[in-house]
């Protein structure tokens, strides 16, 4: 939506979808980290401030889109071709999604739809859920995503729950997963999000539940991520050894094959982390691959002076959580370390492959 750019006022159809804009807060004050603590009324408060706000990049992105776009936004009967330049959703799946540059670009467009739609509530709710995910998957805005899911219905409730926590309030949501703990659809996300709030005893107890109810393989592989997590790796590599012996207990879980893959390649990669020493690995670049959501990622890792300097991802064929491949090599690089680093929440399967890959990679430099 266009705004003033000394002002950043909204249009009149914006507030109609958003309400009057408070003043924009600088990016670094509105990404809390978890470490903040804050109450449930402070959090809440946050999300409206922040979320009725223009981001602060907003008056450097142009608005732009190809115009044989349909903004109403129809599903395209079945069996016709998706086509970017028709369908907004493939618009934004395979144009704005795949290219980092064009992220900013996204929301502004995002915006343009509201407008466009101001009077459709169908589309409206659509487009306001696909800015959450967007500020979300891309962003890693977590008040402006929260914001958007809220105004939509928030279908992406583990998404909401972690939104709180990155605010800074644990219990809400610990509050909202607590709705979902029997939801297998949705049970190893909320397993990890559990572990990354260090309730790793609860995470647990939904593995149980998750095996009981006949998907050990995934149940197995979440326990074994979630115990990496909260550095008992002994632990974890027994979890992955049981995932492995679990795989044709069920036949309900489809994706067997890629959790087999993902499985071995954690074993592998866990068994390098106590031999892993920055300071006996020349300065140099170092390849590393492991399995992803979709294939083979491969990247290569910067090592001077004993730090590792830089995480360039050279080829992957992940087509979603595309925060992923920014985010988790910023933390490797931030920690200096793959031990604790934490898989971002949404796309653990492609985190995970960075955190993979990266040991593989730096285990190559120390037999130089």
């Given at each position: 939506?266009?705004?003033?750019?000394?002002?950043?006022?909204?249009?009149?159809?914006?507030?109609?979808?958003?309400?009057?804009?408070?003043?924009?807060?600088?990016?670094?004050?509105?990404?809390?980290?978890?470490?903040?603590?804050?109450?449930?009324?402070?959090?809440?408060?946050?999300?409206?401030?922040?979320?009725?706000?223009?981001?602060?990049?907003?008056?450097?992105?142009?608005?732009?889109?190809?115009?044989?776009?349909d903004?109403?936004?129809?599903?395209?009967?079945?069996?016709?071709?998706?086509?970017?330049?028709?369908?907004?959703?493939?618009?934004?799946?395979?144009?704005?999604?795949?290219?980092p540059?064009?992220?900013?670009q996204g929301?502004?467009?995002?915006?343009?739809?509201?407008?466009?739609?101001?009077?459709n509530?169908?589309?409206?709710?659509?487009?306001?859920?696909?800015?959450?995910n967007?500020?979300?998957?891309l962003?890693?805005?977590?008040?402006?995503?929260?914001f958007?899911?809220?105004?939509?219905?928030?279908?992406n409730?583990?998404?909401?729950?972690?939104?709180?926590?990155?605010?800074?309030?644990?219990?809400?949501?610990?509050?909202?997963?607590?709705?979902?703990?029997?939801?297998?659809?949705?049970?190893?996300a909320?397993?990890?999000?559990?572990?990354?709030?260090?309730?790793l005893?609860?995470?647990?107890?939904?593995?149980?539940?998750?095996?009981?109810?006949?998907?050990?393989?995934?149940?197995?592989?979440?326990?074994?991520?979630?115990?990496?997590?909260?550095?008992?790796?002994?632990?974890?590599?027994?979890?992955?050894?049981?995932?492995?012996?679990?795989?044709?207990?069920?036949?309900?879980e489809?994706?067997?094959?890629?959790?087999?893959?993902?499985?071995?390649?954690?074993?592998?990669?866990?068994?390098?982390?106590?031999?892993?020493?920055?300071?006996?690995?020349?300065?140099?670049?170092?390849?590393?691959?492991?399995?992803?959501?979709?294939?083979?990622?491969?990247?290569?890792?910067?090592?001077?002076?004993?730090?590792?300097?830089?995480?360039?991802?050279k080829?992957?064929?992940?087509?979603?959580?595309?925060?992923?491949?920014?985010?988790?090599?910023?933390?490797?690089?931030?920690?200096?370390?793959?031990?604790?680093?934490?898989?971002?929440t949404?796309?653990?399967?492609?985190?995970?492959?960075?955190?993979?890959?990266?040991?593989?990679?730096?285990?190559?430099?120390?037999?130089?």
């Open positions: 939506m266009p705004y003033s750019r000394n002002r950043h006022k909204l249009t009149s159809s914006l507030i109609l979808c958003m309400g009057v804009f408070a003043l924009i807060l600088p990016t670094a004050e509105i990404s809390a980290q978890t470490t903040q603590s804050r109450t449930s009324l402070e959090v809440i408060a946050l999300i409206k401030q922040v979320g009725s706000t223009a981001p602060d990049w907003w008056g450097s992105v142009t608005l732009d889109y190809p115009k044989t776009l903004l109403s936004w129809p599903v395209p009967k079945q069996g016709s071709p998706w086509d970017p330049s028709k369908n907004i959703g493939q618009f934004v799946w395979s144009i704005i999604n795949e290219n540059s064009k992220w900013k929301i502004r467009f995002l915006h343009h739809v509201l407008e466009v739609n101001k009077d509530p169908a589309i409206l709710n659509k487009t306001m859920d696909a800015l959450g967007m500020y979300y998957n962003h890693e805005d977590w008040a402006r995503a929260a958007w899911w809220k105004k939509s219905g928030a279908r409730k583990v998404g909401l729950a972690n939104c709180y926590y990155e605010l800074g309030c644990k219990s809400m949501a610990m509050d909202v997963l607590s709705l979902y703990d029997r939801d297998y659809s949705r049970n190893c909320v397993i990890k999000l559990y572990s990354d709030m260090g309730e005893a609860k995470a647990m107890e939904l593995v149980k539940q998750r095996v009981a109810a006949g998907a050990p393989l995934s149940a197995y592989i979440a326990a074994g991520d979630a115990c990496r997590q909260a550095g008992r790796y002994k632990t974890a590599l027994k979890y992955y050894r049981r995932a492995l012996a679990a795989k044709n207990a069920s036949g309900r489809i994706d067997n094959e890629l959790n087999v893959k993902r499985a071995q390649a954690s074993i592998e990669a866990v068994q390098l982390f106590d031999d892993l020493d920055l300071a006996v690995i020349p300065d140099g670049t170092y390849k590393g691959s492991s399995i992803s959501y979709a294939g083979m990622l491969n990247l290569e890792v910067v090592v001077k002076a004993g730090r590792i300097d830089a995480i360039n991802i080829q992957h064929e992940d087509k979603q959580f595309f925060s992923a491949l920014t985010a988790t090599p910023r933390k490797i690089i931030a920690k200096q370390s793959i031990k604790g680093v934490d898989a971002v949404g796309a653990t399967i492609t985190s995970e492959a960075i955190i993979n890959a990266t040991a593989k990679a730096l285990a190559s430099g120390m037999k130089q």
